[in-house]
């Protein structure tokens, strides 16, 4: 669709992503729902004053309207934005990354959480207390306000911070990768529990902190957090080779040229993360894959030929390439793998399989024995964390590698480097892959229900069917909160943020379930002979 006739009167809700849309028609008052993501909108209409949620990535907005005093979701990632309207009191989500804002408004209290990473940020405002989750990630930020104590999700790789705040108890996961960190919060390793993350490769730790690392992670009895670091500086930096010059490489080798193309991957050269995917197709030529399969270099060359062809894939490859280059070669090689991975989830939520339900269940099962895997990789890292000669990223490339075969995964190359140091056994491998597939027997026609690819599918193949399971599961939504909010009134609790919160997780944790009671039978009848 490129564009919308006017919209009735007395509607709620308007899903109208992944067309060419370049405006919108004027909105009901009525509207609460807005999705519109993956357009060429560069504007919106005035929002109506009822309006609870508005999803617009993936479009070329530069600007907002004025947001509506009770929206409560507001997801902008991938556009043009350099400022952001005054944020309402309610809203506890804001994903507003891959824009050029140089600074955020006033966060309101009730925010839970926050994405406003690959933007221009050099500093932060006052972080409302109840937020859960920050990820500012790839910004020019040079210090950090106070961390909430409620805080259980930091990212923050790629900035200039020099220094990190009081770490919060609760914090789970720390990613601090690439920063101008000499010293850390004294008592890191104390304030989380066994399974919690720390990345910090990429810092200036001083020796002393280094050593005290060392000392901590490795004293008889640890059961601290997993710690992700490099005793290796920040490289020095050197000019980066133009990335259509990185394309044409890999082009000669298997066309002969192609000066057509080559031209386009020049205008690609300015878009964000360009750079970095230049450096990961450099360091690609040296990868074990591209020194002993001359069918790798094909492969390649195909898939730059797709990238060419689809902006939205090609900006999502772009982001993934940031770190793919960051240390050894196997890196290079797993990053790989999932860029592949992306780009087959991608097809199949734009309907490349909406008539190959065959393939499209294949996807599905590759998507989810890869993602079993990685669990199964995350075990085996938490049990090597004492020894001091292991790395992560040969444990996860490794199950990858050598399950290839037994397993059917095709997005995954078939060489790595360093296998060796993955300490994995064939005990290990083969334990690995019964599970795997015992988890694929049992668990996949439930897992496939929360698919994104799936439910595109299903809802190009039975429009009416999935609009009433829609409608059904807002009236659902809606039902149980009205009934949990007079339980909050009657206990005069109506006017509690965390307990108007939990009402709502609750409600929509309902109307949820009852929305898979719907989708079952659809998916049996649309894939009961492939699965």
């Known amino acids: 669709l490129t564009s919308l006739p006017a919209l009735p009167p007395g509607l709620y809700r308007l899903t109208a992503g992944h067309n060419q849309l370049t405006s919108l028609p004027a909105l009901p008052s009525e509207l609460w729902l807005l999705i519109a993501g993956h357009n060429q909108l560069t504007s919106l209409p005035e929002l109506p004053p009822g309006l609870r949620s508005l999803t617009v990535e993936y479009n070329q907005l530069a600007s907002l309207p004025a947001l509506p005093s009770g929206l409560q979701s507001l997801i902008v990632e991938y556009n043009q934005l350099t400022s952001l309207p005054a944020l309402p009191p309610g809203l506890y989500r804001l994903t507003a990354g891959q824009n050029q804002l140089t600074s955020l408004p006033a966060l309101p209290s009730g925010l839970e959480r926050l994405d406003a990473e690959h933007n221009h940020l050099i500093s932060l405002p006052a972080l409302p207390s109840g937020l859960r989750m920050l990820t500012a990630g790839h910004n020019q930020l040079t210090s950090l306000p106070a961390l909430p104590s409620g805080l259980t999700s930091l990212t923050v790789n790629h900035n200039q911070l020099d220094r990190l705040p009081v770490l919060p108890s609760e914090l789970g996961s720390l990613i ?167 780009q087959l989830v991608h097809h199949a939520a734009k309907g490349k399989y909406d008539n190959n339900y065959s393939e499209l269940v294949s996807v599905g099962r590759e998507m989810f024995r890869l993602d079993k895997l990685e669990q199964i990789a995350r075990d085996k890292v938490n049990t090597l964390r004492t020894l001091g000669d292991y790395d992560e990223i040969e444990v996860y490339l490794g199950y990858q590698n050598k399950l290839k075969e037994a397993l059917g995964l095709t997005s995954v190359t078939a060489g790595m480097r360093f296998f060796d140091i993955s300490h994995i056994t064939d005990s290990d491998l083969q334990a690995a892959e019964l599970q795997v597939k015992t988890a694929e027997n049992s668990q996949f026609s439930e897992w496939i229900l929360q698919w994104e690819p799936l439910r595109n599918v299903l809802e190009h193949t039975y429009p009416e069917r999935w609009e009433a399971l829609c409608e059904k599961k807002i009236s659902d939504y809606e ?44 998916r049996d009848e649309m894939l009961g002979g492939y699965l």
Do not use: H
């Open 176 to 342: 601090a990768r690439y920063n101008q960190l000499t010293s850390l919060p004294g008592s890191i390793a104390d304030m989380f529990s066994g399974d919690c993350l720390v990345e910090l490769e990429g810092n200036p730790l001083s020796d002393l902190t280094r050593q005290a690392l060392w000392n901590i992670t490795n004293a008889p009895g640890y059961s601290g957090p997993l710690i992700d670091w490099s005793m290796v500086t920040p490289p020095v930096s050197q000019a980066t080779r133009a990335l259509y010059l990185a394309v044409a490489d890999w082009l000669t080798l298997t066309k002969g040229g192609e000066p057509d193309l080559t031209d386009k991957w020049q205008t690609f050269g300015q878009e964000n993360d360009a750079a970095s995917f230049g450096a990961f197709l450099a360091r690609l030529s040296k990868t074990e894959n591209c020194r002993k399969d001359p069918a790798f270099k094909t492969q390649i060359s195909s898939w730059l030929i797709q990238l060419a062809e689809d902006d939205s894939l090609r900006a999502k490859t772009f982001s993934m390439a940031t770190e793919a280059t960051s240390s050894c070669e196997d890196r290079v090689t797993l990053a790989l793998n999932q860029m592949k991975n992306v």
């Open 479 to 522: 039902s149980v909160y009205r009934s949990l909010e007079k339980e909050l009134k009657k206990n005069k609790l109506n006017n509690d943020t965390d307990a108007e919160r939990t009402i709502g997780t609750k409600a929509m944790e309902n109307a949820e379930e009852k929305f898979l009671t719907g989708l079952r039978p659809l």
